[in-house]
């Protein structure tokens, strides 16, 4: 065991968080998303949900300041009744706490956000039951102080 990681984070995900480097992503998806049919590197967290993943992984992993977006969300598809989802203002709460110069999140239509995981360093297979919960997380340069 080691102080100050976030019990959340496997081994495996700590190694796959250190190994990427500037610009890669990584995608936390909802308890929906096809996680095992996309990914390269996949890390299952079913028990968990995505907010708390998030949390976790920002709290390591800073985001790149070098792009216009650093993080996408999927969109929703248009006639569905749902609306914006909920879950998002959770993720801009938690995200901001993180990291002080995001502005927003840009937006993937669904097949395109498909066809971006896919390209994903790796996918985090979450147990989030919200829908549309599924996010893209660009990983920015570790400086000092």
């Not at 610009?23 to 049919?37: K, L, M, R, Y």
């Not at 097949?111 to 360093?121: H, L």
Request: hydrophobic residues 45%.
């Amino acid at each position: 065991m080691l102080k100050k990681i976030p019990a959340i984070l496997s081994p495996e995900l700590l190694k796959i968080l250190m190994e990427m480097g500037h610009g890669d992503e990584i995608v936390i998806g909802d308890g929906n998303f096809p996680s095992a049919a996309y990914a390269r590197r996949l890390v299952r967290l079913d028990g968990h949900g995505v907010p708390e993943i998030l949390d976790a992984v920002l709290a390591l992993m800073p985001l790149d300041t070098y792009s216009d977006k650093q993080a996408w969300l999927m969109e929703v598809v248009p006639g569905d009744p749902c609306g914006r989802p909920e879950i998002w203002d959770t993720y801009s709460r938690i995200t901001r706490v993180h990291e002080q110069h995001f502005t927003d999140f840009g937006s993937i239509e669904r097949f395109a956000f498909y066809e971006r995981a896919k390209q994903a360093y790796a996918i985090i297979a979450s147990g989030e039951k919200a829908i549309y919960a599924n996010i893209i997380l660009r990983k920015g340069v570790v400086s000092e102080p």
